[in-house]
Antibody, heavy 121, light 108 residues
Framework: EVQLVESGGGLVKPGGSLRLSCAAS????????MNWVRQAPGKGLEWVSS????????YYADSVKGRFTISRDNAKNSLYLQMNSLRAEDTAVYYC??????????????WGQGTLVTVSS | AIRMTQSPSSLSASTGDRVTITCRAS??????LAWYQQKPGKAPKLLIY???TLQSGVPSRFSGSGSGTDFTLTISCLQSEDFATYYC??????????FGQGTKLEIK
């Protein structure tokens, strides 16, 4: 069974840092690009960042560029999101999601269950 | 960035009804559109990709259509488990993925 399990969320003060992890299983992790998507409380979905299968290509939404860093460890089947200089507006459930295939033009499937990040003093 | 606009933002319907949700892109995206269903406290679940292809395991009462800028998601005969929030997503402008704001489908 293909599975993604996020961890690392929690309460952090404005300006603080947090590192999210996503453990993948049930598929060849090193063959797929991976993504982080977030959802603020009561709001819609926002793409945050993507990383290609070999980490050669990395992309960020403008809202997090310069503050967040996406990375992966294919040997550990794990995806990461290092979040620095956190702001109240970064409060959200963070989902990791796999590209649907190893080709271009992919939707997201599957998604992890999400991990909640709360930025508050 | 390509803007995705869904309508309506919320919708009340009864079990057995046929409902349609619309998603409009700010520029042409060919058929690079997906639909997701999200229930409270859960992750989004893929329903449809490539605008009209039903994901394996998704009931046939769900269907999608459209290309270019205008797309629809139709649920032909609402079941109790279909009451949820639905999102469209364009994946044409990789990697600047964008989602619609969501349509909340509620029980009348």
């Amino acid at each position: 069974e293909v599975q993604l399990v996020e961890s690392g969320g929690g309460l952090v003060k404005p300006g603080g840092s947090l590192r999210l992890s996503c453990a993948a299983s049930g598929f060849t992790f090193s063959s797929y690009s991976m993504n982080w998507v977030r959802q603020a409380p009561g709001k819609g979905l926002e793409w945050v960042s993507s990383i290609s299968s070999s980490s050669s290509y990395i992309y960020y939404a403008d809202s997090v560029k310069g503050r967040f860093t996406i990375s992966r460890d294919n040997a550990k089947n794990s995806l990461y999101l290092q979040m620095n200089s956190l702001r109240a507006e970064d409060t959200a459930v963070y989902y990791c999601a796999r590209d649907s295939s190893s080709r271009l033009y992919n939707w997201f499937d599957p998604w992890g269950q999400g991990t909640l990040v709360t930025v508050s003093s | 960035a390509i803007r995705m606009t869904q309508s309506p933002s919320s919708l009340s319907a009864s079990t057995g009804d046929r409902v349609t949700i619309t998603c409009r892109a700010s520029q042409g995206i060919s058929s690079y559109l997906a639909w997701y269903q999200q229930k409270p406290g859960k992750a989004p679940k893929l329903l449809i990709y490539a605008a009209s292809t039903l994901q394996s395991g998704v009931p046939s009462r769900f269907s999608g259509s459209g290309s270019g800028t205008d797309f629809t998601l139709t649920i032909s005969c609402l079941q109790s488990e279909d009451f949820a929030t639905y999102y469209c997503q364009q994946y044409y402008s990789y990697p600047q993925y964008t989602f619609g704001q969501g349509t909340k489908l509620e029980i009348k």
